[in-house]
């Protein structure tokens, strides 16, 4: 060259010795066999190569880092999962506990209901049995005890008529329940809406509650009507046989006396104790009936009613010689032709003249006792002949040893005398009752 820039010296490191350090790209040389190669790698390829490398490097620790760590992360997200699916099936073991039970509920409840509308349909049932066993009973207590007890028989009959419109009532009551919502009580209570406090299973309980009660109350109204009856009987006979009895009249002498008795106690449950008042209303009744046809057969009837009696039973003047002699009836004021009826049923004995009786009338009614009918004008029956109390046997008149019309009439007990006054004070005691 003709010309040369003198340079300063260069030292082994490749850099000027006058200009200062400077950098020199990096050779780099391949030698295989015969053959070299060399590269220069410039500063900027190196950093892309570095960077690259530092990328793969951290792509592979990442990727390393992911395989070891996604083991735990599967672990993780299947225990997660596991422990949804625990709180899963525990939720509905719940809801179906929460379904048994209100299944059970609504079998126990639709188990009571049926119970308790059974006890109804059963206690109706009996009520029903009485009422059709009181029926003749309570038409015989009208004819036997009389009109106050027949009072109280109709107000026992009142009670059955009000069973059989509680009965209805019930029955209507009950089968509206179920007409707005036929689920049973225990599902009522588990609705999502608040039911209010008066709710349908409070209203069934008191339903049944107060249709019990009044089943109760006529049961025992029942029984104090039977009992009542019963003690109206015991009343009445007793009544009865006081008033024969002062009288000095035949009566029962076994009928009300105490005898000897003695027992354990055995309590008596409802339908026991029905039957039992009622077999003691049958016992009465029967008592009564014996004594009123015991005191029917009794002359007890007034022969002449509302007229005056003008000659008493016993020691008088005689109205014709004026002498003191004895009386053996008594007569009453008639005038002629007036029916004369008899005073208790018998059997005609004598019906034809009889001294100083006149045209007479003699019936016998059992048990000694006859009655005789003088004086009369007209004799209207037979020897023979059945009378029921109240017949016409004649009329009145003055036949025989009479001072004018009148009727005479005679008790006689086994063949002698008695005082008719007796019989006819029993009469009126006692009509009330027969």
């Known amino acids: 060259m003709a010309s040369q820039r003198k340079l300063g010296p260069v030292n082994p490191t490749g850099q000027s010795a006058v200009f200062g350090k400077r950098k020199e790209p990096h050779t780099v ?49 299947t225990a997660r999962q596991a422990r949804m699916q625990q709180a899963y099936e525990d939720r509905i073991s719940a809801l179906r506990a929460q379904v048994d039970r209100i299944t059970s509920r609504q079998l126990l409840d639709q188990q009571l209901m049926e119970t308790k509308v059974s006890e109804l349909l059963e206690r109706q049932t009996q009520l029903s049995q009485r009422h059709g066993r009181l029926g003749p009973i309570l038409e015989r207590a009208e004819s036997e005890v009389g009109a106050a007890s027949a009072a109280d028989g109709a107000a026992a009959a009142k009670p059955d008529e009000r069973a059989e419109v509680i009965g209805a009532q019930s029955a209507y009551s009950i089968a509206s329940l179920g007409a707005g919502d036929t689920r049973p009580f225990s599902l009522w209570s588990t609705r999502s809406d608040p039911l209010p406090s008066d709710s349908a299973a409070d209203r069934a309980d008191r339903l049944f509650v107060s249709i019990n009660q009044s089943l109760k109350a006529i049961e025992s109204e029942q029984l104090t009507r039977v009992t009542t009856l019963a003690d109206n009987a015991y009343k009445n006979a007793d009544a009865i046989t006081q008033a024969l009895a002062a009288a000095g009249l035949p009566v029962d002498s076994d009928f009300g006396k105490d005898s000897d008795v003695g027992g354990p106690l055995i309590p008596l449950n409802a339908s026991t104790m029905f039957d039992s008042k009622v077999k003691e209303l049958d016992e009465a009744l029967d008592a009564l009936d014996h004594l009123k046809k015991e005191a029917r057969r009794l002359p007890l009837a007034n022969p002449a009613p509302g007229h005056s009696v003008t000659s008493p039973f016993g020691v008088r003047t005689d109205p014709i010689l004026g002498t003191a002699a004895l009386h053996s009836g008594m007569d009453f004021r008639a005038p002629m032709g007036m029916p004369a009826k008899v005073t208790a049923p018998g059997v005609v004995t004598k019906a034809g003249w009889n001294g100083g009786y006149g045209r007479m009338v003699e019936v016998d009614h059992g048990n000694g006792f006859a009655t005789r009918y003088g004086h009369l004008s007209e004799i209207d029956v037979t020897v023979g002949q059945k009378l029921a109390a109240g017949d016409i046997i004649g009329k009145t008149g003055s036949s025989g040893r009479s001072t004018g019309p009148h009727l005479h009439y005679e008790v006689r007990h086994n063949g002698d005398a008695v005082d008719p006054l007796r019989f006819l004070t029993v009469g009126k005691k006692v009509a009330q009752y027969l």
């Open 29 to 77: 040389i391949i030698a295989r066999g015969n053959e070299i190669r060399h590269f220069t790698i410039r500063p900027w390829l190196a950093a892309f190569l570095g960077s690259a490398l530092a990328a793969v490097v951290i792509g592979y620790l990442l990727a390393t880092s992911y395989l070891v760590l996604r083991d735990d992360l599967i672990g993780a997200t």
